[in-house]
Structures are given as C-alpha cells and as structure tokens.
C-alpha cells in the first residue's frame, strides 16, 4: 500500500470551550495525524481528534467518539467516512489546530 492522497485542514478557535470541525469524506483508509501549532493566554490549551466514523465492511457507519478532551488522540489510522477535529481552549486564550490526512490505497 502507498499513500495515494494527502489533505491539509487547520482551524483556529479561541473563547472558553471546545470548538470542533467536521470533515466528511468518501469512506477510505486514512492516517490522520493532529497538533496544536499555536496558542495564546495562559492555562492548559489542547487539540486533538474528538471523533470519527469507522466504515465497516458492512458498509455501515460505526460512530467512535473520545469523550472530553484529556482522551482525544493525536493519531486514527481506520477505514473513516468523516473525523471531528477539536481544540479545546479557556477565558482569553486562542489555539491553531494543523491536520495532516494520509489517505491509504
């Protein structure tokens, strides 16, 4: 297998909470790799993979979703149809999001 397609999304979000994007996609293998590039205020700031859709050979949707922000992943590699990426950020702080998708063929 190689890497077949790469796409790039970045996001950034700030105020007290979480603050999420969606990406829906054709179902497919796909590495996704996330970081937080950027940060302003002070206090605990996080990003990271909030949820995802695993494609079963069924060809249903298996929804997996982490919870709150100290369980996100930084990395799913699964057959996906969509991944809800996620910044997590307090009072006057401003966080940058940078995913990295692989897609498998």
Known sequence: MAVTRIDWHWFSAGGNGYHTVDINLPPALVG?????????????????????????????DQDVDFGE???WPPLVFDRISGITLAIA?????AGWLLAR?????
Not at 47 to 53: C, D, L, N, Q
Not at 89 to 93: K, M, N
Not at 101 to 105: H, I, K, Q, R, T
Request: no cysteine; hydrophobic share 30%; net charge positive.
């Open 89 to 93: 950020t307090g009072t006057d702080q």
């Open 32 to 60: 996704t790799s996330v970081s937080l590039y950027g940060a302003t205020g002070g206090g605990t700031q996080y990003a990271g993979i909030r949820h995802f859709r695993r494609r079963l050979d069924s060809g249903a």
């Open 101 to 105: 998708l692989d897609f498998w063929g």
């Open 69 to 71: 922000w100290p369980s």
